[in-house]
């Protein structure tokens, strides 16, 4: 498989969380050819729209490491039935980006039971325009199992699902940049028949 990049952010801040914990455990599981970064989305300031043209470190470290990445995983806890206000502040800040449109995501959901924050997560997400491989998304009960990281990994069924929707996640991404690929030739192919 060629390299596929990827650029994870979690939704919780908690120190002990099982949504960084799920994706500290997807990092490792990593097979050679796929890379995960860690994003911070703790360090960006409540969102305002008077200041997306300011000098803002923490945002231009997010973005960069969007543009840099194939694809972007997404683990993000439920609260009082909706996003979490971290994770939603650091999509805002997104929004009338570049880097966003167009981005192949994975969701990971580590609470079952947490079906609403899901939803408007996916509405959200779909509003910006990314593109969400449901094949790759996977739902896991970690909430309560006091499961760190290394106890995921320790977990055949835990890790196994963790392992096989991240390399789904890479098969979709290439198959959706070879789709891209051969639509810009045919479409230079298409301009040169008119052309000559
Ligand atoms: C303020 C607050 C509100 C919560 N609301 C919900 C909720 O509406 N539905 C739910 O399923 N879990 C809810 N939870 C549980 C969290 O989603 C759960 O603790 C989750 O594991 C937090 O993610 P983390 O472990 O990554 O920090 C809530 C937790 C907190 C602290």
Redesign the pocket.
């Known amino acids: 498989m060629e390299r596929c990049n990827l650029l994870a952010l ?1 939704g ?1 801040l ?1 120190r002990l ?4 914990t799920a994706l500290e455990a997807l990092r490792a599981l990593s097979p050679s050819g796929i890379s995960i970064e860690l994003g911070d989305i703790g360090a960006l300031p409540l969102f305002n729209p008077d200041l997306e043209d300011s000098p803002i470190p923490a945002l231009a470290a997010l973005k960069s490491a969007l543009a840099r990445a194939d694809g972007l995983i997404i683990a993000s ?5 909706g996003i979490s206000g971290p994770m939603k502040n650091a999509l805002d800040w997104l929004v009338s980006g570049e880097e966003f449109p167009g981005k192949p995501i994975m969701l990971v959901n ?2 079952p ?2 079906s ?1 924050a899901q939803a408007a997560l996916r509405e959200v997400l779909v509003t910006m325009s990314g593109i969400i491989i449901d094949s790759a998304c996977l739902s896991l009960p970690l ?1 309560g199992s006091g499961l760190a990281r290394d106890g995921i990994l320790a977990n055949p069924a835990l890790a196994g699902s963790l392992q096989a929707g991240l390399i789904e996640f890479c098969r979709q991404i290439r198959a959706l940049q070879q789709a891209t690929l051969a639509q810009g030739a045919a479409v230079e192919e298409q301009s040169r028949c008119v052309i000559g």
């Open positions: 979690s919780s908690r969380s099982y949504n960084r806890p439920e609260y009082a039935h580590t609470s039971r947490a609403h909430l």
